[in-house]
C-alpha cells in the first residue's frame, strides 16, 4: 500500500502563487505516476476529479489545458515526493487538491485526503 500526504494549500489572491507538495510512504517503489487532481466546490459528488497535472517517473509530464503555462509539476524520487507549484492563480482554480499515485502493482490508484486551495478575486 501507499499512503499520500498532501501540505502547502491556503488562501491567496488571484494574480498569486502557491506551492503544493505530496509525500509518499509505503510501497514508494513501486509507484510510476504521480500527479495532482482537483475537486472543485459545488461540484457532485458522483463527478469525477479534474486532473490538474501528472509526471511520470521518468519524468514525462502532462497538464490540464487550463493550467498549461501557470501550473509546473515536479518529482523528487529520492524523497517520494511531487511538487505542484501554482503561479498566476485565478478564482477558478479554487479546489480541493488530491495528490494521487499510480503503480503497476495494485490495481487500484491511491489518494490523499486532499489540501484546499482558495484563490479570491
Known amino acids: 500500500q501507499v499512503q499520500l500526504v498532501e501540505s502547502g494549500g491556503g488562501l491567496v489572491q488571484a494574480g498569486g502563487s502557491l506551492s503544493l507538495s505530496c509525500a509518499a510512504s509505503?510501497?514508494?517503489?513501486?509507484?510510476?505516476?504521480m500527479g495532482w487532481y482537483r475537486q472543485s466546490p459545488g461540484q457532485s459528488p458522483g463527478k469525477q476529479r479534474e486532473?490538474?497535472?501528472?509526471?511520470?517517473?521518468?519524468?514525462?509530464?502532462n497538464y490540464a489545458d487550463s493550467v498549461q503555462g501557470r501550473f509546473t509539476i515536479s518529482r523528487n524520487n529520492a524523497k517520494n515526493t511531487v511538487y505542484l507549484q501554482m503561479n498566476s492563480l485565478k478564482p477558478e482554480d479554487t479546489a480541493l487538491y488530491y495528490c494521487n499515485a499510480v503503480t503497476s502493482f495494485y490495481r487500484n490508484p491511491f489518494w490523499g485526503r486532499g489540501t484546499q486551495v482558495t484563490v479570491s478575486s
Open positions: 509505503g510501497d514508494t517503489a513501486r509507484i510510476n505516476v
Open positions: 486532473l490538474v497535472a501528472t509526471i511520470s517517473r521518468g519524468g514525462w509530464t
